[in-house]
Every structure is written in C-alpha cells, then in structure tokens.
C-alpha cells in the first residue's frame, strides 16, 4: 500500500498535468488537426513546461536552492513557480492561439492563475499541494471539454476523480501535507479553470 500511495505523486505530478491536459484536448476534440501539427504542439508543451522545468530542477539541487522534486519547504517554491508562470507565457504567447485553440489557450491561461496565486501563498509563507492544484484543474478541464464537444466522458471523469483522491491520499499518507493544503490545492487548481470556462465554453 505504501508503494501503491507513493506512486501517485509521480504519475500525476504537476509538471506532467498540462501536457495531459494538451493529450485530452487532442483525443476528444472533434475538429481536424495536422498531424504534424498535432505533434508539434504536444512537443512543444512536453518541453517548455515538463523538460525545461526537469531540467532546471537539477541546476537549482546542485546549487542547493532546492533539496528535492517534492519542494517540501515552502521557501524552496518561489524560484521554480517563478520560472514556471514565465514557461507558462511562454506557451499561451507562442504555442496556442486564443482563436485557432481557445480551449487549450485558456486551459493554459487558468494553469497560469493558479500558479501565480501559489506562488502569491509562498511570499505568505503558505503551503498548498501543487499536485492537488493540478490534477483538480485538469478534472475541471476535462468536465468542460465534455460538456462543450458534447461528448460523453463519464469513464474517464470518473478515472480522473479517483485520481485525484489517489494524490490527496498520497501525500497525506507521506506527511507532504496537510488536509488543509490539499483543500487550498483543489480550489486554485479548480476556480480559475471555471472562471475562465466563460471565455470558450
């Protein structure tokens, strides 16, 4: 049970959840994408906001700013949720469209508030579970795509709810954090993803 609760943070880490976003979007979308196109565009998202990240991880632990993926310490998010909003402007300016992809365009541009406002908490010394925030924001994504292609996605909404409890139990089971960081996490995943569902919904 322990390797099973631990497994959830790797699967569902937050780096990976907008490139699974950018995935969902693909699959269910009905309009026509280019191939290549299509390739292009999930690359694109795999290394700005996944490789580049990963990357830089391992600068910031060799020049000791941070001591592990996990970002235990609060003090230890400010440099990386920083770099993180800047490759997430980094995507909305040169990666989507609002009018070609409005739907991932905002997706991203939510994904952007809600790391804005962790990072806000960490200048006030709060904590919240970054691995709540961003499986609790592509759930909501995935809502939307079916509620707007009118498409039934009742299975994977259900995969995605379990998913979620999977991660809450994860780190609650590890000490990461505490139910109240993990609540903090699912409404600033969730809130500016349906804020923003005005805009292409």
Same mark, same amino acid.
């Given at each position: 049970?322990?390797?099973? #609760?631990?497994?959830?943070?790797?699967? +569902?880490? &937050?780096?990976?959840? /907008?490139? =699974?976003?950018? @995935? *969902?979007?693909? !699959?269910?979308?009905?309009?026509?994408?280019?191939?290549?196109?299509?390739?292009?565009?999930?690359?694109?998202?795999?290394?700005?906001?996944?490789?580049?990240?990963?990357?830089?991880?391992?600068l910031?632990?060799?020049?000791?700013v941070?001591?592990?993926?996990?970002?235990?310490?609060?003090?230890?998010?400010?440099?990386?949720?920083?770099?993180?909003?800047?490759?997430? #402007?980094?995507?909305?300016?040169?990666? +989507?469209? &609002?009018?070609?992809? /409005?739907? =991932?365009?905002? @997706? *991203?541009?939510? !994904?952007?508030?809600?790391?804005?406002?962790a990072?806000?908490?960490?200048?006030?010394k709060?904590?919240?579970?970054?691995?709540?925030?961003?499986i609790?924001?592509?759930?909501?994504?995935?809502?939307?795509?079916?509620?707007?292609?009118?498409?039934?996605?009742?299975?994977?909404?259900?995969?995605?709810?379990i998913?979620?409890?999977?991660?809450?139990?994860?780190?609650?089971?590890?000490?990461?954090?505490?139910?109240?960081?993990?609540?903090?996490?699912?409404?600033?995943?969730?809130?500016p993803?349906? !804020?923003?569902?005005?805009?292409?919904?």
């Amino acid at each position: 049970m322990n390797i099973f #609760l631990r497994i959830g943070a790797y699967i +569902f880490h &937050p780096l990976l959840m /907008p490139l =699974l976003g950018t @995935f *969902f979007y693909f !699959i269910i979308t009905p309009r026509y994408v280019e191939r290549d196109l299509l390739f292009a565009k999930l690359m694109a998202v795999c290394i700005i906001t996944f490789l580049i990240p990963l990357v830089t991880y391992f600068l910031l632990k060799n020049l000791h700013v941070v001591s592990s993926i996990q970002l235990d310490d609060v003090k230890e998010r400010k440099v990386p949720l920083m770099l993180q909003c800047l490759l997430l #402007l980094l995507v909305i300016k040169m990666v +989507f469209d &609002p009018y070609d992809s /409005p739907e =991932l365009y905002y @997706f *991203f541009v939510a !994904i952007l508030f809600s790391a804005i406002t962790a990072l806000l908490l960490v200048f006030f010394k709060q904590k919240i579970s970054l691995h709540q925030m961003g499986i609790a924001g592509v759930t909501m994504f995935l809502i939307a795509l079916s509620v707007h292609f009118k498409v039934n996605l009742l299975i994977w909404i259900i995969i995605m709810f379990i998913a979620n409890g999977w991660v809450a139990s994860s780190r609650l089971h590890t000490n990461s954090h505490t139910p109240v960081e993990l609540v903090l996490g699912l409404f600033i995943g969730v809130i500016p993803q349906l !804020i923003l569902l005005n805009f292409w919904l």
